[in-house]
């Protein structure tokens, strides 16, 4: 089976620094988009940041300049490089990803989604 595992959240105070990163296992043939999303309470799901398999990227408008997205292929992980955070960043992110895996009938594109990292700006 397939599986993305998140780390690096936490409890910072505004203005600091938190790098996530989520590292993707199993079966895989091949990894196309991967992106972070995040939900605050009360709030719907929205995109954080996004990158292509050929690394372009596209962002949020309320993260530009402040969150960089990257991968690395060799090790099948996507980092989120968060600065400056705000206590409107305060929401659990999500990693996703766009998976080639190989079935009984040919290559296929699944979807999946980690657990979740929690990540809290106190003011």
């Known amino acids: 089976q397939v599986q993305l595992v998140e780390s690096g959240g936490g409890v910072v105070q505004a203005g600091g620094s938190l790098r996530l990163s989520c590292a993707a296992s199993g079966s895989i043939f091949s990894i196309n988009a991967m992106g972070w999303y995040r939900q605050a309470p009360g709030k719907q799901r929205e995109l954080v940041a996004v990158?292509?398999?050929?690394?372009?990227?596209n962002y949020a408008d309320s993260v530009k300049g402040r969150f960089t997205i990257s991968r690395d292929n060799a090790k099948k992980t996507v980092y989120l490089q968060m600065n400056s955070l705000k206590p409107e960043d305060t929401a659990v992110y999500y990693c996703n990803a766009d998976l080639g895996r190989l079935t009984s009938i040919g290559l296929r594109r699944f979807d999946y989604w980690g657990q979740g990292t929690q990540v809290t700006v106190s003011s």
């Open positions: 990158i292509s398999s050929g690394g372009s990227t």
